[in-house]
């Protein structure tokens, strides 16, 4: 069946613009993750949603990062006012759950990020 | 707070050579969950194994084998007869059980290259 997909694959964006990105999880899954992956910071966690629960923003780095789900399926994160410490690869995952769980996560490509 | 050790930043072993991989962490929770990935050159995180903390037997997945040790709290993991597939940065993970504690997080990778 189809993976998780994320889009854009590559964003350049100047500072101090919005950018969205946007991630489609495995049909099915109703824990949707994301995270991002820097050569200075590994791999950290930001957001989670577990279905209709309100999410566990406690890994946003900042108040310009916000990130919804939209009929507990697609997922957009968005930066606002971007800066040059986002540039990253942002990977959105996603689970069966949470009875039983955690299950293991499924990650899409990325997105990888660069702010100029 | 929970914390994933990887002490070895990078391996090379020649082709056919059995490598372990470890993995130490530290938890305060009595019940957790253990996860290994694989990022090949193409970037895209592989799901290896999910491993419950009251299971302690060892796993053999094909030239794989995971060896977890409550004790010493160390999950590491064996390939046997490396081949050069198996070239990748490899990443542990630990994950709590309860909603807010389910985000995975990685240690900071083990960069395995197989030299033919």
């Known amino acids: 069946g189809a993976g998780v997909s994320q889009s854009p694959s590559n964003k350049v964006t100047e500072k101090g613009k919005d950018v969205e990105l946007r991630c489609d999880p495995i049909?099915?899954?109703?824990?949707l993750y994301w995270y991002r992956q820097s050569l200075g910071q590994g791999l950290e966690f930001l957001i989670y949603?577990?279905?209709?629960?309100?999410?566990?923003k406690s890994g946003l780095p900042s108040d310009r990062f916000s990130a919804e789900r939209t009929g507990g399926s697609v997922s957009t994160l968005t930066i606002q006012r971007t800066q040059q410490e986002d540039s990253a690869v942002y990977l959105c995952a996603s689970s069966l759950g949470p009875a039983g769980g955690p299950y293991e996560q499924y990650f899409g490509p990325g997105t990888r990020l660069t702010v100029t | 707070a929970q914390k994933v050790t990887q002490a070895q930043t990078e391996i090379s072993v020649v082709e056919k050579e059995d490598v372990t991989l470890d993995c130490v962490y530290e938890t305060r929770d009595t019940t957790y969950y253990l996860f290994w990935y694989k990022q090949p050159p193409s970037g895209e995180l592989v799901f290896l194994i999910r491993r419950n903390s009251f299971d302690e037997q060892n796993e053999i997945s094909g030239r794989y084998s995971w060896n977890f040790q409550k004790s010493t709290s160390s999950f590491n993991f064996t390939i046997t007869a490396s081949q050069v597939v198996d070239s990748a940065v490899y990443f542990c993970?630990?994950?709590?059980?309860?909603?807010?504690?389910?985000?995975?997080?990685f240690g900071t990778g083990t960069r395995l290259t197989i030299i033919p």
């Open positions: 049909s099915g899954h109703t824990a």
């Open positions: 949603f577990q279905g209709n629960s309100a999410p566990d």
């Open positions: 993970a630990l994950s709590g059980t309860n909603f807010g504690n389910e985000k995975l997080t």
